[in-house]
């Protein structure tokens, strides 16, 4: 048994923007079923609590810059995880958690850095663990802390530092002199270690001084050392290969099954697909969709409306798309272009194209179910969830070949592209559509989908044999 801490800046169900919560919210779970011991500590944010909370440690000291931050440390324990909270109210009291009106935080190195150093002032105080296992940018300053404020602390003396990437394209990048606000030797702020393109670049900092670098799917682990991907670290990340593992990311299929699923209509199995179609019809009617939707395919997607999820491509063929035998149901939010552009399909096209801006996991797992295609066309996807669930759902999706899209998708349970290009998804789309009109052909291309296995414990296995490896067992 390895005694890990995860440190991160959002863990479902306790708070959530993103992927980074789902995993957070499944991982630990698994690692304790596997055998290990896991903590996680993250910020108490404003909203976070829950009648199992307890005060685990009154005036934990915080020093930063030669200023002691009051930081208390609540706590609960589920699943055999124990979950810390840190309690900083004048960093993490906020009506958001990253941003405010739009607009990051000013003081975002700062907050999470008191989060860094708080995770090491609880390892060095109240229970040391053997790895820390950060996540993303927000905590890649644990590990500079460590290696250079803490490096001769007996308490910390062979603890190990493994660093998950999940996307790439978030950096945590801050002006020069976010060094001294942040306590760091000068010395540091050069292209060797954090300086990168005359600002601070915490993720920089922690792929270096980490002892270990995963991310979230094999695919990515090699697309994030080229130009394309990389972002501007590609080159660092080469220089690392040789400690850098793509794990695929997993799902929980206590949440996302449709033969259980409380939020929908009618539940549904590989033996019995007769709920699909009541589904479906659910779904039609909800968004007032035509009755003869249901004699043609239903393409859902769920996503946030990001650069990096190829809705330019779909509003290059939004015209094409509008004369082929389909419908469109759409739930996310996030770009105003994208948002008001599915505004306008619906308001052009309403008996064609269907949209909820904003979100709703009980209209996730309805679309989910009540499609008959997904649809992500990502430029990148460092792992990606709903492809998953949309194969657990019967509902084979259409994705581009990149990341972990490509890892878990194949001619046998879904379809793919790989040029990043408007024809090349019309392309991808009209042949699912084609395909759906057979439908026994279909009906087993779902029921293969139905039988792959992404959980969760299957990928804590890989992560317990990374822990045992960086411990020398």
Request: charged share 25%; aromatic share 12%; glycine share 10%.
């Amino acid at each position: 048994m390895s005694k890990i801490m995860m440190v991160a800046s959002e863990v479902a169900p306790f708070i959530k923007t993103g992927g980074l919560a789902d995993v957070m919210g499944s991982l630990p779970a698994a690692l304790v079923r596997a055998g290990e011991s896991v903590t996680v500590v993250m910020p108490r944010y404003r909203g976070v609590d829950a009648p199992d909370f307890y005060r685990l440690r009154e005036d934990l000291p915080v020093w930063l810059n030669g200023f002691r931050h009051r930081v208390d440390i609540d706590a609960c324990d589920r699943e055999g995880v124990r979950y810390l909270f840190v309690d900083a109210p004048w960093f993490y009291n906020r009506d958001g958690v990253y941003t405010s009106g739009g607009k990051d935080w000013g003081d975002n190195h700062i907050r999470y850095a008191i989060l860094c150093l708080a995770a090491l002032a609880i390892a060095r105080e109240i229970d040391a663990p053997e790895i820390f296992h950060v996540h993303d940018w927000q905590t890649a300053l644990l590990p500079v802390y460590q290696k250079s404020w803490f490096g001769g602390d007996p308490r910390l003396i062979g603890a190990k530092t493994m660093l998950t990437i999940h996307n790439l394209g978030y950096q945590g990048r801050f002006g020069p002199s976010a060094m001294g606000e942040l306590g760091l030797d000068q010395g540091l702020f050069h292209s060797g270690v954090m300086e990168y393109h005359g600002d601070v670049n915490l993720l920089k900092g922690g792929l270096l001084e980490s002892d270990w670098l995963t991310t979230v799917s094999p695919r990515y682990a090699q697309e994030i050392q080229t130009a394309e991907y990389g972002f501007g670290l590609e080159g660092l990340l080469r220089e690392r290969s040789h400690s850098l593992t793509g794990i695929l990311n997993g799902v929980d299929y206590r949440d996302w099954d449709p033969a259980t699923d409380r939020f929908l209509p009618a539940n549904y199995s590989p033996e019995d697909l007769s709920g699909k179609q009541a589904c479906k019809r659910d779904l039609i009617e909800y968004f007032g969709l035509p009755p003869e939707a249901m004699d043609r395919p239903l393409i859902g997607i769920v996503s946030r409306f990001a650069e990096q999820k190829g809705f330019d491509l779909i509003e290059q063929i939004a015209g094409a798309l509008a004369d082929e035998p389909m419908s469109l149901v759409v739930l996310g939010s996030g770009n105003a272009h994208w948002e008001n552009m599915f505004r306008h399909l619906t308001s052009w096209r309403p008996d064609k194209f269907a949209n909820w801006i904003g979100f709703s996991n009980e209209m996730a797992h309805k679309i989910e179910a009540g499609s008959d295609i997904f649809l992500m066309p990502s430029r990148y996807e460092p792992c990606g969830l709903n492809q998953i669930y949309s194969l657990k759902y019967g509902t084979p999706p259409v994705v581009r070949a990149t990341g972990g899209l490509d890892d878990t998708i194949d001619g046998e349970t879904g379809f793919k592209f790989w040029e990043y290009h408007p024809d090349a998804l019309l392309k991808g789309v009209r042949y699912a559509i084609q395909k759906w009109f057979d439908r026994d052909g279909w009906q087993e291309r779902m029921r293969r989908g139905m039988a792959k296995d992404y959980s969760w414990d299957r990928s804590a296995g890989e992560y317990q044999r990374l822990y045992a490896q960086l411990l020398g067992r």
